[in-house]
C-alpha cells in the first residue's frame, strides 16, 4: 500500500484563448466545426506523488502553472485530463478571502468555511475555542469579515485551515501577508502538520522554502522543470530568476549619461543611479570586469577575481582624494564597505581638468545567490572630516550566483585581497 497522500498523473489544464467574444460564438455554431481558438496549457503533463510526512515546495515565475496546480488539488478546478488522488482531510488556503462571504461576520464565515470544507457543523463548533485563540482577533470575530484588514483575513483564514487538523495542508503565498509574529505561529503548526501529515505549498520567500521543504518541483510553462532535495534547486533558481541577459547589459556598465541624459530606454525597465555631490569631480564610467577574461562581467561567484574598473573627470583640484566602494543586498542592508582609508591606500592628489582610469582589484566575497547593487563615492579630505565630490547609489547591480551547496544560515565573509591601480 502506498504512503502516498497525492498522487498526480499526467495532470493537465487547457484553457481556450479567443481573440474576441465573437469568435466563441462563431466556433459554437459553425457548422464546419471551424476552431477559433488557440490552446493554452496551464499546465502540462505534470506528474508527481506527496508522501505522508513531506512538505513539497512548488516555485516558478508568474504564470509557470503553480496557482494553477494547487486548485486543482484542492478541488476548485477540473482538470483537462490526467488524474488527481487525495486521501485524507485537506486544508486549502488559497487566494486571500476565497470561500469568505464579505457581508457574513467572522464567526458565520468559519462555520461557512466549515462546509465548504466538508465538515459538519458539530465538528466545526468543537473546533472554535481553537480557532478562535489562533487567529486572536478579539471581538472583530463578529464584524462583517469586509471591514477586515488583509491581516485579519489572514489570520482567520489560516486559523479555520489548520484548527480542523488536515492530513493535508495547502498554502499558495497567503503568509506573506501576516506580520511578523503570526507568520512564526503559523509555522509552528505546520511543523506540528509535517509530523503526521503532508503541506504542499507556494511562496517566493526561498528562506522559507529552505527550511521547511523535503523538496522542491520547479515549474516552468506549465511544466516540471526540475525537482529535488531544497539545496540542488533553491539557489539554481534564485539565480535563474535574477539573471535576465538585457538587464545585465544594461547594469554592468555605467555611464555617466546614465544620470544626466534625458533619453529613457523604456524596454529595460531600468531606473536611473541616484548621485549626489559638490560638483568638483565625477565618474564618467563603472564597470565590473573579470579579471582572468578582461571581459565585463554579468554574474559573479564568491571567490572570483574581479576588477571594478572605473574612470573619473575631475572639474577641480582635489587635495586628498578618498574612494569608497558599498555592496548591498536586495532589501538594502549593507553588506561590505571599504574605501582607500581602510585599506591604507595613499592616493596623489587629483588635478582640474584631468581624466583618471582606475581598477579596484578584488577577490569577490561569498555571498548568497541572488541581486546585488554596488554604490561608488569619490570625496575629499581625511576620513572623519571630508566633502563629498560624488556618490552615486545603485551605480552597478550584481548577480551573484554562489556555486556552493546550500548551507543553513551561512553569513557574509569579506573580500581576501583588495587592491587599487591607476591604468594609463
Same mark, same amino acid.
Given at each position: ?238 539565480? $535563474? ?68 574598473? $572605473? ?30 582609508? $581602510? ?82
Amino acid at each position: 500500500m502506498s504512503d502516498a497522500l497525492i498522487q498526480i498523473r499526467n495532470l493537465s489544464k487547457i484553457y481556450k484563448l479567443y481573440q474576441t467574444p465573437m469568435d466563441r460564438v462563431k466556433e459554437v455554431i459553425s457548422p464546419t466545426k471551424k476552431k477559433y481558438h488557440k490552446k493554452f496549457f496551464a499546465l502540462d503533463n505534470v506528474s508527481f506523488e506527496v508522501k505522508r510526512g513531506e512538505t513539497v515546495g512548488i516555485i516558478g515565475k508568474n504564470g509557470s502553472g503553480k496557482s494553477t496546480l494547487l486548485k486543482m488539488v484542492a478541488g476548485v478546478l477540473t482538470p483537462s485530463s490526467g488524474s488527481i488522488d487525495v486521501e485524507g482531510k485537506l486544508s486549502a488556503l488559497l487566494e486571500l478571502g476565497a470561500g469568505f462571504n464579505g457581508d457574513l461576520s467572522g464567526m458565520e464565515n468559519i462555520y461557512l468555511n466549515g462546509t465548504l470544507l466538508g465538515y459538519s457543523r458539530e465538528y466545526v463548533e468543537k473546533s472554535i475555542p481553537s480557532i478562535l485563540d489562533f487567529a486572536d482577533i478579539g471581538d472583530f470575530i463578529h464584524q462583517p469579515v469586509k471591514t477586515y484588514s488583509s491581516g485579519m483575513f489572514v489570520r482567520l483564514a489560516f486559523a479555520i485551515a489548520i484548527n480542523i487538523n488536515p492530513e493535508i495542508l495547502i498554502v499558495d503565498e497567503a503568509l506573506s501577508v501576516g506580520d511578523m509574529r503570526f507568520q512564526q505561529k503559523c509555522y509552528r503548526k505546520i511543523r506540528e502538520i509535517k509530523k503526521t501529515g503532508t503541506v504542499l505549498f507556494v511562496s517566493h520567500d526561498t528562506g522559507v522554502l529552505a527550511s521547511f521543504c523535503d523538496r522542491i518541483i520547479w515549474l516552468d510553462g506549465g511544466r516540471i522543470f526540475k525537482e529535488g532535495r531544497p539545496d540542488k534547486i533553491l539557489d539554481e533558481y534564485q539565480a $535563474f530568476m535574477s539573471y535576465d541577459v538585457k538587464e545585465m547589459e544594461a547594469v554592468t556598465v555605467y555611464k555617466s549619461s546614465d544620470i544626466d541624459s534625458e533619453e529613457v530606454e523604456e524596454d529595460m525597465g531600468q531606473s536611473r543611479p541616484q548621485a549626489f555631490g559638490n560638483g568638483d569631480g565625477f565618474f564618467e564610467t563603472v564597470r565590473l570586469i573579470n579579471q582572468e577574461t578582461e571581459k565585463k562581467s554579468s554574474i559573479v561567484a564568491g571567490g572570483d577575481p574581479i576588477y571594478i574598473d $572605473f574612470t573619473l573627470k575631475i572639474i577641480r583640484h582635489i587635495d586628498m582624494p578618498i574612494l569608497g566602494f558599498t555592496l548591498k543586498d536586495p532589501l538594502g542592508n549593507t553588506v561590505i564597505v571599504t574605501n582607500t582609508h $581602510f585599506e591604507k591606500i595613499q592616493l596623489e592628489p587629483l588635478v582640474a581638468n584631468q581624466r583618471y582610469h582606475y581598477r579596484f582589484a578584488l577577490e569577490f566575497p561569498y555571498l548568497r545567490s541572488g541581486k546585488y547593487s554596488l554604490d561608488i563615492a569619490l570625496a575629499n579630505g581625511t576620513y572623519q572630516a571630508h566633502e563629498q565630490i560624488q556618490w552615486i547609489n545603485d551605480v552597478l547591480i550584481i548577480v551573484v550566483r554562489d556555486p556552493r551547496p546550500y548551507q543553513e544560515g551561512r553569513g557574509y565573509l569579506v573580500p581576501t585581497e583588495i587592491t587599487l591601480e591607476k591604468v594609463n
